[in-house]
Every structure is written in structure tokens, then in C-alpha cells.
């Protein structure tokens, strides 16, 4: 049970909004409090979000467990964890106007910390080893987010091009449907969507698709239409904090997940990637400042 247990909550706020109706308010009902819904039965928790035994039931069944016992084991764990570690007050709270930078600083730190947690904990590696394997065979790559997203595919179009692989990173719509319509069997194509419904983005993977390149959505939510035009999917963790919605708190886990992926790409190019980080450390060394030495102290005489 211990595969499907793991940060339980992270996976049912990812795939709420797919939810039918009935899931979706048992859903709300175990997210708004956890730590009740652990110590709940099955009617108990049935007849508070208006719903059914059957239709527990089969929440428990979508998230992979055998019955109700076992999702209670699993909400009870989670709960316990959070409050041992102190973050079930900070975690998500409200940051008021006139909040201390300390409070403001353990709240984002706290938040961020969980959030690359989360995303560890669900990252399929079978699917990273997938697109890992696809960039390295790939003639071209091609990475499309819009609005923070667009940063994420900027650092990782830096990362890849600077261990020689062929890759663009756009955000543009027409530049990437352009690139999109160039890319041949072979190639891949990176769309990255905290919310999975970016109707670029979504376009741009299925332009990809058509021309039989490798498609990969990154997306905080598995069920989500760009999901659904994507060939292999990375999921992330993402939960907004007063000031920063969802799309900016996803940035970290964005990041983690592609950096898991440039690694495992630098790996299996580990002789190609060793010449070129010489050469490009080589080529700017001039531009460095040299490290001075630390001034010398003066005796005094005694």
C-alpha cells in the first residue's frame, strides 16, 4: 500500500478538477480536513459529503486502494507527518499585509520545501527514463510554456543546448507551432502547463504529435487535455499560498522534474557533456574576475 499512500492529499488536489461530481465531494471533503476524515467510518464520511458507502468505495478504488481501510491508514500517516514536521500552520496559510518578513519567509520556504517533496515522491522514473532516452536519440527538441512556464522552458532549453543537444525552448505560440510543424519522427516536443489547459500549449504538442515526434506534457495535472495529446506525461506538485497562485508555486517543481530529466539526459551522454562543459567553461574564463586573496593581517608590535 506503501506505493499508493504516498502524499495521498498531493494526488487528490492534482486530479480534482476531473473528478465526477460524487468523487469530487468526497474529495473536497478529505482535503478541507484530513485528520476527521481519518478518523471517520465509511458512513460517516459518506453521509457529510452527500454521498454514498458505494461511492467511497470507489474513491478509494481510483486512488489504488483495495478498501476504506486502507485510505484511512494513508490520511492518518499523511496528517501525522505534517504535524510532526509543524507544517499544517504554515503550509498554505494566509499571509496578511502586515505580516512580519520572518513569518512571510517560513511560509513561502516551508511551502516550496513541501511542494519538491510531493513531486519527488509521485515522479514516475520509468517515465523520465522514457524521455531522457528520447532527447538523447532526438535530431531536434522542442520546449513550449507560456507566462512562468516560459521561464521553466528557457532554463531548460539552457541547460540541454549547453551539453550539445539540439533543442529550443519558446514561448511564443507561432515560433513553437512553427518548430512544432519542422519536427520529424524522432524528435520531441516538451509542453509545460501547471493547469494542463493552456490551449497553446495544447497545440503545439498536437502539431508535434501529427508529425510523429515524441510528445511530453509536464503538468500538475495527469488527467488534464494536455495530458490527454501527450505521449508521456511528469507530473508535479503545486498548492498557492496568499500572493502566489498555483501556476507561480509550480515553478519549483517544474524545475525538479526537468533537472531530473537534463541529468539522466547528461549521464547517458557523459563523454559528449564532460567535452562540452570544458569548452564552454574555456570559452568564458576571460570573463571572470580573479579570486582575490584575502588581505594580508598586520603585525603589531608588542
Known amino acids: 500500500m506503501r506505493g499508493v499512500a504516498v502524499e495521498l492529499l498531493s494526488r487528490v488536489r492534482a486530479g480534482l478538477d476531473e473528478m465526477p461530481e460524487a468523487l469530487r465531494r468526497v474529495a473536497e471533503l478529505i482535503i478541507s480536513d484530513p485528520a476527521e ?16 458507502t458505494a461511492t467511497i468505495t470507489r474513491f478509494c478504488r481510483a486512488f489504488g486502494f483495495g478498501g476504506y481501510a486502507e485510505l484511512r491508514v494513508a490520511l492518518a500517516t499523511e496528517t501525522g507527518r505534517a504535524a510532526q514536521a509543524h507544517w499544517e500552520t504554515d503550509i498554505g496559510g494566509e499571509i496578511l499585509p502586515d505580516d512580519g518578513l520572518g513569518r512571510v519567509l517560513n511560509v513561502v520556504a516551508n511551502n516550496d520545501t513541501r511542494l519538491i517533496q510531493e513531486t519527488a515522491s509521485q515522479l514516475d522514473l520509468d517515465v523520465v527514463e522514457k524521455v531522457a532516452q528520447a532527447i538523447v536519440r532526438a535530431g531536434r527538441v522542442v520546449l513550449f510554456g507560456v507566462s512562468s512556464s ?72 495527469p488527467r488534464s487535455p494536455l495530458a490527454e495529446v501527450a505521449e508521456l506525461v511528469i507530473t508535479t506538485a503545486s498548492r498557492e499560498t496568499t500572493f502566489r497562485a498555483e501556476g507561480f508555486a509550480a515553478i519549483h517543481s517544474q524545475l525538479l522534474v526537468l533537472d531530473v530529466v537534463y541529468v539522466a539526459v547528461a549521464q547517458r551522454t557523459h563523454e559528449r557533456t564532460k567535452e562540452a562543459f570544458d569548452l564552454t567553461v574555456r570559452a568564458v574564463e576571460s570573463h571572470r574576475m580573479p579570486e582575490e586573496a584575502p588581505p594580508r593581517r598586520r603585525r603589531t608590535d608588542q
Open 150 to 221: 516560459a521561464a521553466v522552458a528557457s532554463e531548460m532549453e539552457y541547460r540541454l543546448q549547453r551539453i550539445r543537444v539540439p533543442c529550443w525552448g519558446r514561448s511564443d505560440a507561432h515560433s513553437a507551432l512553427t518548430d512544432a510543424a519542422l519536427l520529424r519522427e524522432g524528435d520531441v516536443a516538451i509542453g509545460i502547463s501547471h493547469s494542463g489547459r493552456t490551449r497553446e500549449v495544447i497545440e503545439v504538442l498536437a502539431e508535434a504529435a501529427s508529425h510523429g515526434a515524441t510528445t511530453v506534457a509536464v503538468t500538475s495535472h
Open 37 to 52: 476524515a481519518a478518523r471517520s467510518t465509511i458512513v460517516d464520511l459518506a453521509e457529510r459529503s452527500g454521498t454514498s
